[in-house]
């Protein structure tokens, strides 16, 4: 069964950071042959790429032991506590047959919940060249042929050089949002390694705790043809695209 996260993350590692598939097997703990498998996977056409709905076995029986090794593990100082890998790797010799992403999933959500919540601040940004790109829709209102038409703009803000795309749309659909990217690309002339969004419907499926994401499956096509990795906001947190934020509003 693919898993188009992972599908992503392999071709980042081998197409935009050099690795080896021996060393992104190592990385992400999987066979080189699965490696070699979604390397070979071809994406001409983002929308076109379909896959069978992910399902990722369930903790079952093994949520109580994990519980209580989290519970049990909060009082030491960080340094002494396992990783999620290391309580995945100590759940397979105990029987369990799941995949990672539901460990990762479970003590990420537990440690979130267990710990108090952080006091806000606000960090400077600092993005290197083809770093990162913002992208944001903006509503406008236009005459056309003496009629007022509703539009939406699609913006584009290059974090590092501050460049910036935009252009009209009759909706915010999908499709529009794919050739919007086409365009943008087209005009800047590549693409960075991340991309940074707010929880729109059609990236965003599921909202977690946290910056926890299920990314629309159409979506996360697109991201891996283009081989980008997707950030979605905080809720309630523009200004972690403040740059594109600011273009809106001009």
Known sequence: MLCMETILKVRRLSLKQGLSQRAIAKQLQISRHTVSKYLAIETKEPP???????????????????????????????????????????????????AYCAVASFVRQFKEQYQPAPRVVFIPQRFSAADAYQFDWSFETVKLNGLLVKLKVAHFRLCHSRAFFIRAYPNEKLDMLIDAHNHAFAYFGGTPNRSIYDNMKTAVKHIRMGKERIFNDKFLSMMNHFIIEPVACTLASGWEKGQVERQVRT
């Open 48 to 98: 076109a790429y379909k896959r069978a709905q992910t399902h990722y076995p369930k903790l079952g029986e093994f949520i109580s032991v994990l519980t209580q090794r989290l519970t049990d593990e909060a009082k030491l100082p960080a340094k002494q506590r396992l990783t999620a890998r290391r309580h995945f790797e100590k759940l397979r010799t105990e029987g369990y047959q799941g």
